[in-house]
T-cell receptor, first 110, second 114 residues
Framework: GQQVMQIPQYQHVQEGEDFTTYCNSS?????IQWYKQRPGGHPVFLIQ???SGEVKKQKRLTFQFGEAKKNSSLHITATQTTDVGTYFC??????????WGLGTSLAVNP | DTAVSQTPKYLVTQMGNDKSIKCEQN?????MYWYKQDSKKFLKIMFS???????INETVPNRFSPKSPDKAHLNLHINSLELGDSAVYFC?????????????FGPGTRLTVL
């Protein structure tokens, strides 16, 4: 079946450092969504990428969809303590069903 | 106004008991989901209903039975609870259930089985 790998599983950074999480699929994706879950909270939608090579920005967050639509990345510039949480990619395959990555848990030292 | 609500927020119970978790969404969405999130944060979809009809039923023990009385509600009943059922259960909804739809999650129900 379709699988998605998200790396790294954990990342510990100093406040102000950059952070990147990657999402890789074995098959071509129709689109990909990213969600953030704060500690003790629930997943909250961040963004959706649909087009090959698409890049979207939300303040310090930059999201990219690979040219082959098999991978995606989320980059945070100059992390803040408010960025703490687990970031999930949720790509949709050709059957348009969402597949959830294992998430990347980000810890930020003040 | 809470878009997706779940009750209870916490549930502590003994092994072998039967319990239910309720979910309601006021977004007018057609599709609702139940997810299980274990201690390692893995989000596993369990069920999905579209307009009261079951459309996704992942490999879940048949002790878990979802019920959707109407498209705004999706409840989860669990029989004969086991230690391994301890997890956070999230209800979610989306407009139509396609992979392009944003999913809106409830606050979660933390189930602890003793």
């Amino acid at each position: 079946g379709q699988q998605v790998m998200q790396i790294p599983q954990y990342q510990h950074v100093q406040e102000g450092e950059d952070f990147t999480t990657y999402c890789n699929s074995s098959t071509t994706l129709s689109n990909i969504q990213w969600y953030k879950q704060r500690p003790g909270g629930h997943p909250v939608f961040l963004i959706q990428l649909v087009k090959s090579g698409e890049v979207k920005k939300q303040k310090r967050l930059t999201f990219q969809f690979g040219e082959a639509k098999k991978n995606s990345s989320l980059h945070i510039t100059a992390t803040q303590t408010t960025d703490v949480g687990t970031y999930f990619c949720a790509p949709a395959g050709n059957n348009r069903k969402l597949i959830w990555g294992l998430g990347t848990s980000l810890a930020v030292n003040p | 106004d809470t878009a997706v609500s779940q009750t209870p927020k916490y549930l502590v119970t003994q092994m072998g008991n039967d319990k239910s978790i309720k979910c309601e969404q006021n977004l007018g969405h057609d599709t609702m989901y139940w997810y299980k999130q274990d201690s390692k944060k893995f989000l596993k979809i369990m069920f999905s209903y579209n307009n009261k009809e079951l459309i996704i039923n992942e490999t879940v023990p048949n002790r878990f039975s979802p019920k959707s009385p109407d498209k705004a509600h999706l409840n989860l009943h669990i029989n004969s609870l086991e230690l391994g059922d301890s997890a956070v259960y999230f209800c979610a909804s989306s407009r139509v259930g396609a992979g392009t739809d944003t999913q809106y999650f409830g606050p979660g129900t933390r189930l602890t089985v003793l």
